[in-house]
C-alpha cells in the first residue's frame, strides 16, 4: 500500500524559497505511468493543485504559479520536491503530496504539512 | 484558483440524505471531464471518495453516490451519519486553464 509523508520547514520567510519533500513508501515513484503532485489547501480557500512530475522527469505546472514552481524528483531515495520561489503570505496554506492516477484523480495522499509565510 | 463552485455547507440529521452541487463551466465538466470527489478531516490526509463521476474505491461505502449531468455533479450521503462531517471537495480539469480545479468544498454538518 502506497503512503506518502510531506516534510520540510513549517516557517519560510517573504522572498525566500518554500523547500518540501515527500517521501513515498509502499512502492516505486518511477513506476511506469505514474505522476506525483503536489497539492495546496490555502486558508478561506479551496484546494489549488501546484504541479507533477512523472517518472521521466517530465513535469507540467498549474499556469497560475508556473513561474515560481519547481518539482522533482529523486528516484534513489524514493521522493519527489517542490521549491516555491519569491514567496508571500499568499503562500501560506497546508501542502500535500499525492499520486495522479490515470492522470485524473488523486489517490493517496500525504497527510499534509502546514506551511506559514511570514517574518 | 477555485474554478468549481460548491456550497459552503450542508447539514442533516442523523439518517437523513444531505447532497451537495459541484458547479463547473464548459471548459470543465461541461467538456466532459470527469469530476472526482475528496473528504477531508482536519490532520489528515484526503481520502478519494468517488473517481469517474460515479465510481467508489474499494473501502467507502455505498452510503456515499456520485452523479454527473451537463457541467454540474453532485455527491449525496445517504443514512447520514456522525463520522460524515468533514469537508467534501469535488476536483475535475479544466481544458482552457490546461490545469486540475477543484471545488472550495462543502463542510457537512450532522445535526
Known amino acids: 500500500q502506497v503512503q506518502l509523508q510531506e516534510s520540510g520547514p513549517g516557517l519560510v520567510k517573504p522572498t525566500e524559497t518554500l523547500s518540501l519533500i515527500c517521501t513515498v513508501s509502499g512502492g516505486s515513484i518511477s513506476s511506469g505511468g505514474t505522476f506525483w503532485s503536489w497539492i495546496r489547501l490555502r486558508p478561506g480557500k479551496g484546494l489549488e493543485w501546484i504541479g507533477y512530475v512523472y517518472h521521466s522527469g517530465t513535469t507540467k505546472y498549474n499556469p497560475s504559479l508556473k513561474s515560481r514552481v519547481t518539482i522533482s524528483m529523486d528516484t534513489s531515495k524514493n521522493q519527489l520536491s517542490l521549491d516555491l520561489k519569491s514567496v508571500t503570505d499568499a503562500d501560506t496554506a497546508l501542502y500535500f503530496c499525492a499520486r495522479d492516477v490515470e492522470h485524473t484523480w488523486f489517490d493517496p495522499w500525504g497527510q499534509g504539512i502546514k506551511v506559514i509565510v511570514s517574518s | ?111
Open chain 2, 1 to 111: 484558483q477555485t474554478l468549481l463552485t460548491q456550497p459552503p455547507s450542508v447539514s442533516g440529521a442523523p439518517g437523513q440524505r444531505v447532497t451537495m452541487s459541484c458547479n463547473g463551466t464548459t471548459s470543465s465538466i461541461g467538456a466532459g471531464f470527469d469530476v472526482h470527489w475528496y473528504q477531508h478531516f482536519p490532520g489528515a490526509a484526503p481520502r478519494l471518495l468517488i473517481y469517474r463521476n460515479s465510481n467508489r474505491p474499494s473501502g467507502v461505502p455505498d452510503r456515499f453516490s456520485g452523479s454527473r449531468s451537463g457541467s454540474s455533479a453532485s455527491l449525496a450521503i445517504t443514512g447520514l451519519q456522525a463520522e460524515d462531517e468533514a469537508h467534501y471537495y469535488c476536483q475535475s480539469y479544466d481544458d482552457s486553464l490546461s490545469s486540475y480545479v477543484f471545488g472550495p468544498g462543502t463542510e457537512v454538518t450532522v445535526l
